[in-house]
């Protein structure tokens, strides 16, 4: 069966622009969570989705930050006027609950030059 | 809190055993580890819900002392695959789920 999907795996973007990243998770897991990873560091958490509901979005740095998940099933992250400090790898992760595993997508690795 | 790893890293020969530890200095319920491999995903390995739980499988197993408020993972006879860095997961204080990471600790195996 397929496992969580990201996109894109990299992205470069200038300072200043808006990047979107995605996340298809497993089919039927009502959970969804965001992290950001910097380099030799463990995943910070940044936003949980319940289906479509935004439950928890306490992780998030800025209202730079936004993410959305409208159907219960993709979410995106949206990052405006991004800053070098935003470089990092953009992780999301799905499990069936929220108490269950989570199953982790290779993550996206942004670069703001 | 982020729970604490030790070591940070460790180099290992096959065949050779090690041990990973991580500590929170807040009450634990549950402990998740993860096993990371560079530029790719966290592979779950295990959960640890009770105190006193020991988990395994292959030859990588886990144990969780409430207590102490600790968890440790237990690799042994390790193989070349095993090479790549570990971190243990705790629950964040809202109930949603979120894990707190630790900072990692990095295992190398070598032939």
């Known amino acids: 069966g397929a496992g969580v999907s990201q996109s894109p795996r990299y992205k470069v973007a200038k300072r200043g622009q808006d990047v979107a990243l995605r996340c298809d998770p497993i089919?039927?897991?009502?959970?969804l969570f965001w992290y950001q990873q910097a380099l030799g560091q463990g995943p910070e958490f940044l936003t949980y989705f319940q289906n479509e509901a935004q439950l928890d979005k306490s992780g998030l740095p800025s209202d730079r930050f936004f993410a959305e998940r409208p159907e219960g099933s993709v979410s995106t992250l949206k990052i405006q006027r991004t800053q070098q400090e935003d470089s990092a790898v953009y992780l999301c992760a799905s499990s069936p609950t929220q108490d269950q595993p989570q199953h982790f997508g290779d993550g996206t690795r942004l670069s703001i030059l | 809190q982020q729970p604490v790893q030790s070591p940070q890293a460790v180099i290992l020969r096959e065949g050779e055993d090690a041990v990973i530890n991580c500590s929170s200095s807040k009450a634990l319920y549950s402990v998740h580890w993860y096993r990371q491999k560079h530029g790719e995903a966290p592979v779950f390995l295990m959960i640890?819900?009770?105190?006193?739980e020991q988990k395994g499988h292959d030859k990588i197993s886990a144990s969780f002392n409430e207590k102490k408020q600790q968890s440790s993972l237990y690799l042994t006879a390790s193989q070349l695959s095993y090479s790549g860095t570990y971190f243990c997961g705790t629950p964040g204080s809202s109930n949603t789920g979120k894990l707190i990471f630790g900072q990692g600790t990095t295992l190398q195996v070598k032939p």
């Open positions: 640890l819900l009770k105190g006193g």
């Open positions: 089919s039927g897991h009502v959970s």
